[in-house]
């Protein structure tokens, strides 16, 4: 069962470096005056070893900062890095072959393959690149994650947060350097959601891992080691150690400025 970060020693110290960095990123869709500014400059730095979570109300700009820091978006302007590598500029096929190998993605649907069972679900991205799991660590991933008497199950015969754990699982088995998770609990019933969120926060603390997650939930966000709190296409405050009812109060207190500004007021800023 999973606990909050704040009962957690903290991920890794913020030294380990940085898994991905953004400057100025800006992000625009369509032209003229449909034209909607879904990112607005911004700087995001998301560190190493450690859980972070990114918050705000619909359409503020989440699952797009998370496509254009993972190369599955492109960027209007501003530019994107994955460790030391400048993604900005990447051609299509160098982009698809960085994503493949250096990260894991979670989503949620958990895009799982039903013909295949959970083993061959769980390599199959590794299969297609022509690698190997490393068998020791996808042991330790298969047995952190619980999955070790699932394994020649088919997705249909796993219930739903066994079916995110083989998902978790496929995100985690190439070691990559940054899991991206959109909503990986949105479609769990809460004890589900629990486990998953737990797993996610293992794969930092014990497997050493860094995870970027896009929820609504603060039960969820409370889970993290740090909150980015975005609107409007901007980041507007971030947490340390969050917990749900810190994150709910930060969120109702933007609610409340919004409200009094009306929608369309300029943004909050700290
Ligand atoms: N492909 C697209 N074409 C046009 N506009 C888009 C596209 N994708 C996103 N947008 C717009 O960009 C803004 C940010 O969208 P985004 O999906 O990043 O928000 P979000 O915070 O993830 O929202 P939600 O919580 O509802 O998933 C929204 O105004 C959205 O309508």
């Not at 991905?20 to 190493?48: F, M, N, P, Q």
Request: glycine share 12%.
């Amino acid at each position: 069962m999973s606990t909050p970060a704040a009962e957690h020693a903290p991920g890794r110290a913020p030294d380990a470096g940085t898994a991905a960095r953004a400057r100025g990123l800006t992000k625009a869709y369509g032209s003229g005056e449909t034209a909607v500014l879904a990112l607005d400059s911004v700087d995001v730095d998301i560190a190493r070893g450690r859980f972070t979570a990114v918050m705000g109300p619909s359409g503020s700009g989440k699952s797009t900062l998370m496509h254009c820091l993972a190369g599955l978006d492109s960027v209007s302007a501003g530019r994107v890095w994955l460790g030391d590598t400048e993604i900005t500029g990447l051609k299509d096929g160098e982009l698809t072959r960085l994503r493949r190998d250096r990260i894991g993605f979670m989503f949620q649907s958990f895009n799982l393959i039903p013909t295949l069972n959970a083993a061959e679900n769980i390599t199959l991205p590794m299969d297609i690149a022509g690698r190997r799991p490393d068998p020791r660590w996808l042991d330790q991933v298969v047995d952190t994650l619980g999955l070790r008497d699932r394994l020649t199950h088919r997705p249909a015969q796993l219930s739903g947060g066994q079916q995110q754990r083989v998902a978790c699982a496929r995100a985690l088995v190439s070691r990559p350097e940054l899991i991206f998770a959109d909503e990986p609990t949105g479609n769990l019933d809460s004890r589900a959601g629990l486990e998953v969120l737990g797993f996610l926060r293992g794969a930092v603390d014990d497997l050493g891992q860094t995870v970027v997650m896009v929820t609504h939930d603060p039960g969820a966000a409370a889970h993290s080691d740090l909150v980015l709190f975005l609107a409007d296409g901007r980041i507007v405050d971030e947490m340390e150690r969050p917990t749900a009812e810190t994150v709910l109060e930060r969120m109702k207190a933007f609610d409340a400025v919004r409200g009094r500004l009306g929608d369309g007021g300029p943004v909050l800023e700290d």
